[in-house]
């Protein structure tokens, strides 16, 4: 049996890893190529947005010139970020 200040070390370790994992941000930048249909179907398809939140991350990358439009894990948000490199959008992701 473990005792009290072991059972609380190990809870840190394991809070603080999965906060380290989540601060990660999916960012899809502004550029004169890709029509507001395309980076929104884009964003339904790979990020699993839905219409409307896709429609208004759209709206947030033309007035603003960026969005976060998602945060996880940096494992989890690079496969979305190349699948979006790939249909020519441009995607980064920042810490």
Same mark, same amino acid.
């Given at each position: 049996m473990m005792d009290t200040?072991?059972?609380?070390?190990t809870k840190e370790?394991?809070?603080?890893e999965e906060?380290?994992?989540q601060v990660h941000s999916l960012i899809v930048w502004n550029d004169?190529?890709?029509?507001?249909?395309w980076v929104i179907e884009s964003l339904v398809d790979i990020c699993d947005h839905e219409v409307i939140q896709a429609e208004q991350c %759209? $709206?947030?990358i033309h007035h603003i010139g960026k969005c976060s439009v998602k945060k996880g894990a940096f494992t989890a948000l690079r496969p979305q970020a190349? %699948? $979006?490199i790939d249909r020519g959008i441009n995607a980064t992701i920042d810490y």
């Open positions: 200040d072991q059972q609380i070390l370790i394991t809070v603080t906060i380290t994992e004169d190529v890709n029509t507001f249909d %759209a $709206l947030i190349e %699948a $979006l």
